[in-house]
């Protein structure tokens, strides 16, 4: 038996559209897990309030972030003493984000992103990155 092919057009581009449940789920977000070397956490969290600051506001002002937040450890006794959250609107933004971070470090600080946080590693060790989506 023959499909008439405005049928198997019509069954075709059915198959192929995601559900709504399966589209994308929207925003993203990275999470970076650090600890701060013995007795450099305060450096940390100013070097963190004087570079990443200003740079990750600029993107967000460009649209590129949705938002970014950074928490210091307050109490406990946990390796990670800093989170960092930056909040994509979109899997392609975050899949652009190093070369988006490189261009507004230039702009802001008028240096690349290498050279902003050169002294980084003296003052902190990454745990881990994760990504999250909405559930």
């Known amino acids: 038996m023959r499909c008439p092919l405005p049928t198997l057009l019509t069954i075709i581009i ?27 956490a305060a450096a940390y969290n100013k070097a963190l309030s004087d570079i990443a600051d200003p740079i990750l506001d600029e993107l967000v002002r460009r649209k590129q ?19 960092v959250i930056l909040e994509f609107p979109n899997w392609g933004a975050l899949d652009t984000y190093e070369a988006k971070l490189d261009e507004a470090s230039r702009a802001v600080l008028h ?17 881990r990155i994760e990504i999250y989506t909405r559930s």
Request: aromatic share 12%.
């Open 14 to 40: 059915t198959l192929a559209t995601p559900l709504a449940g399966q589209a994308a789920a929207g925003h993203i977000y990275w999470v970076g897990f650090y600890q701060a070397l013995p007795g450099k």
């Open 65 to 83: 972030m949705v938002s970014h937040v950074q928490l210091a450890q307050y109490t406990g006794a946990g390796e990670n003493t800093n989170l």
């Open 111 to 127: 240096k690349p992103w290498s050279e902003a946080i050169a002294g980084f590693p003296e003052l902190r060790r990454l745990v």
